[in-house]
């Protein structure tokens, strides 16, 4: 038998894929990248935005009709937009035999088996208190060096805009001796770099009586050999607290490198958002960081066009560029999210508006990245080997403690794994040059 998936948005669905795939293979099933030779086509969905939302029924226009050549293809879809949908979906699109939520990973070898013998299509949308699944733990694919560790899953922030809360329920924080468990076996198996997930990884352990603070976990990660290099997403910079702003500090094998989201630069469209900071005290926490960490790297997501957003709140937005200095920002258009409390917000800006303001902010932001990877020239920095360059001409590819990625010649003894000293000698676009060091 062979399973064919299809990921859309966001590291955790990459990591849930992972997981399915591994449920799978327990069973025997082999991963195929052609969906024609699949028996099973799983498509693993994200409705942050309309646009990802409505690529799922493109994908199911493509894939239904291979039931015609074979009758026994399951065909099920998962994630956000399950969720969303719930058995809707069913019946929007006929073919499709499952649906299954974010809380109901774990459930869907059974399905499988269910739909196989009474072939009528399945919904399985329910939230629990506990999401299924997140006690999965995939093996690591062989020779990987990093693995996504997810930590706790859902929110309770529920920002204005975001369809999140209600697609991945209210925030669960996984048991810590679980988690610890599981970094342990990863890093017997080779792996060096963790990368903790969650909506809201800041907030671990707050909902849970007895559990851990997530600077209590890092550092209980932080003693467990093997491991080089943590990281994690996504911390919301309301719940930046002093203490995991000294952590980074304090722990070396914290990465010198943050996913800060930003969202934007007025405090009018903030609090609109319901973000819970302005722009005075993000920058104040970035203040502190830098202070703690200097040269740690930051990066952000930016919402442009939200409604009533003027051309003067849009201008706060590039003024943070300018001030935080970020390596990479992930833009977006504001997107209308049906259900979230700004779907009744009026004063919508223009699309062609977005588009404009969305450019400009890209096309800023691409300069400062470029101008920060120039003036990593010169540096020596510690690389983590990751593999072959995919530039080729044997060279290798790896990452600095920043996430940046550099290239270099490698000399014979190099192993993918490795951490190496390398010097900067060039900055290309998106990445840099260097050379080993002795
Ligand atoms: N928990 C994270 C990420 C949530 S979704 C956080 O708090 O930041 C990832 C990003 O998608 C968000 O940071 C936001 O920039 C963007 N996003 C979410 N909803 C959106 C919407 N309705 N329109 C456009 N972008 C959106
Ligand atoms: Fe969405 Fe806000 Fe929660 Fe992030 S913190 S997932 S943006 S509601
Ligand atoms: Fe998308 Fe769901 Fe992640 S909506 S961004 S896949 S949590």
């Known amino acids: 038998m062979k399973i064919f998936i299809e990921t859309y948005g966001c590291q955790m669905n990459v990591s849930d894929s992972g997981k399915i795939v591994y449920l799978f293979a327990r069973q025997g099933y082999q991963l195929t990248d052609v969906s024609r030779d699949a028996d099973l086509i799983v498509i693993n969905t994200c409705s942050v935005r309309e646009k990802p939302e409505l690529k799922i029924f493109s994908a199911l226009g493509r894939y ?5 050549q074979r009758p026994e293809l399951v065909i099920a879809v998962g994630g956000c937009v399950a969720q969303q949908w719930g058995e809707r979906l069913l019946k929007r699109c006929p073919g499709l035999d499952i649906v299954f939520g974010t809380h109901q990973l774990d459930r869907l070898p059974e399905l499988v088996d269910k739909v196989r013998i009474s072939r009528r299509a399945v919904s399985l949308t329910g939230f629990k208190e506990s999401p299924g699944g997140l006690e999965v733990m995939a093996a690591p694919a062989q020779g990987a060096i990093s693995a996504m560790v997810t930590i706790m899953q859902g929110c309770n922030n529920f920002c204005s805009y975001c369809i999140v809360p209600y697609v991945r329920g209210r925030e669960y924080s996984r ?6 468990e599981e970094v342990t076996i990863l890093a017997r198996a080779g792996i060096k770099e963790v990368m903790f997930l969650g909506q809201n990884v800041n907030s671990y352990g707050l909902q849970e009586k007895d559990e851990i603070s997530f600077v209590e976990l890092l550092t209980l ?12 997403t996504t911390s919301h910079p309301k719940d930046m607290s002093e203490t995991l702003i000294a952590a980074f500090a304090e722990l070396p094998k914290l990465s010198p490198y943050l996913h800060l989201p930003l969202q934007a630069g007025s405090d009018d469209v903030l609090s609109r958002m319901g973000r819970g900071y302005t722009a005075a005290a993000y ?8 202070r703690a960490v200097p ?11 939200f409604p009533g957003e003027t051309e003067a709140d849009f201008a706060k937005t590039l003024e943070m560029l300018e001030r935080v200095r970020y390596d990479q920002i992930y833009s977006f258009k504001y997107s209308i999210r049906p259900g979230t409390r700004a779907a009744k917000f009026e004063d919508l800006v223009s699309d062609e508006e977005k588009r404009e303001r969305l450019a400009r902010c890209q096309g800023r932001q691409d300069e400062i990245s470029q101008e920060i990877l120039e ?3 010169g540096a020596v920095s510690e690389v983590l080997v990751t593999g072959p360059s995919k530039r080729g001409a044997g060279e290798f590819s790896g990452r600095t403690g920043e996430n940046r990625i550099v290239n270099f010649p490698a000399p014979a003894a190099i192993k993918v794994g490795e951490i190496c000293r390398v010097r900067i000698v060039a900055a290309l676009k998106h990445s840099l040059k260097g050379e080993v060091l002795a």
Do not use: C, N, W
């Open 64 to 68: 239904i009709p291979l039931k015609r």
């Open 175 to 180: 048991p810590s001796a679980a988690i610890i």
């Open 221 to 232: 990660v932080h003693e467990i050999p093997g491991i080089e290099r943590i990281r994690f």
């Open 283 to 290: 920058l104040e926490k970035v203040e502190k960081l830098r």
């Open 295 to 305: 040269g740690i790297a930051l990066t952000t997501d930016i919402i442009v066009g």
């Open 375 to 377: 003036a990593q020239v």
